[in-house]
C-alpha cells in the first residue's frame, strides 16, 4: 500500500482571499484531491517573532523561543512536501514569510556551523509567488531566499510558479494559465 503524501501550504501574504492564497488553494486541493493529506498555514494569523539572536542558542537545531512557529516547525520537519507561497514586497517574499524562513536560523547553524543536526528527512519544496510589475530580478531574488531555506529543512526545490503583473485582489481568476499551473503542481507533488 503507498504512503499518503504529507503536503503542507505556508501562507505568507496578509491579504485573505487574494491572488497567493487562491493559487495555494488550488495547489492543495489538485494534491488533497489525488489522496494527498494537506495542511495550509496563515502566517498572518499566528502569533511568533522573528529570529532573536540568542546568545544561548540550542545545538540540535529547535529555537528556544516558544510561540506559534513552533507548530509549524513540526509540521515541516514530517513533511513530505513544503509549498510556500508569497506576493513580492519590495524585491522579496513578504515580511510574514521573511520572519517565519529567518526563524530557521537555529537550524542552520546546527546543521552547517556545529554540525549536530540528524539527517533530515528528505522532502520537495515548491515555490508560488506573485508580484504585481514584471520584475523577474525580483522572482528571483525571492527564490534565492526560498532556495537557502529548502536547502536547511532539506527539501529538494522542484518547482515554481511565478505570475507576473497580478495585483488588484483575485485578479489571478483572470489568469487561468497561472491556476492549470497551480493544479497541475499539486498533482505532480502527490507522484
Known amino acids: ?20 492564497e487562491i493559487l495555494l488553494d488550488a495547489v492543495l486541493e489538485a494534491a488533497q484531491n489525488k489522496g494527498a493529506d494537506v495542511k495550509k498555514f496563515i502566517l498572518n494569523e499566528l502569533e511568533f517573532v522573528p529570529c532573536q539572536e540568542c546568545e544561548n ?16 516547525f513540526a509540521e515541516v520537519e514530517n513533511a ?21 524562513i529567518d526563524r530557521f536560523q537555529c537550524l542552520w ?9 540528524k539527517p533530515q528527512k528528505k522532502k520537495i519544496g515548491a515555490f508560488i509567488c506573485v508580484e504585481a510589475s514584471e520584475r523577474k530580478d525580483f522572482f528571483e531574488n525571492a527564490k534565492s ?3 537557502n531555506l529548502f536547502a536547511t529543512i532539506g527539501a529538494e526545490y522542484k518547482f515554481e510558479l511565478f505570475c507576473p503583473g497580478i495585483d488588484a485582489k483575485a485578479a489571478i481568476n483572470k489568469k487561468p494559465g ?4 497551480a493544479a497541475e503542481i499539486g498533482d505532480m507533488l502527490t507522484k
Open 1 to 20: 500500500m503507498e504512503k499518503v503524501k504529507k503536503i503542507i501550504g505556508i501562507l505568507g501574504s496578509p491579504r485573505r482571499g487574494g491572488n497567493t
Open 57 to 72: 542558542i540550542r545545538r540540535d537545531g529547535i529555537c528556544i523561543v516558544e510561540d506559534d512557529w513552533q507548530k509549524i
Open 80 to 100: 513530505d512536501t513544503v509549498v510556500l507561497a508569497s506576493p513580492i514586497f519590495f524585491g522579496s517574499v513578504s515580511a510574514q514569510m521573511k520572519m517565519f
Open 109 to 117: 547553524l546546527a546543521k552547517y556551523v556545529f554540525k549536530t543536526c
Open 145 to 147: 531566499i526560498v532556495k
Open 178 to 181: 497561472c491556476l492549470k499551473k
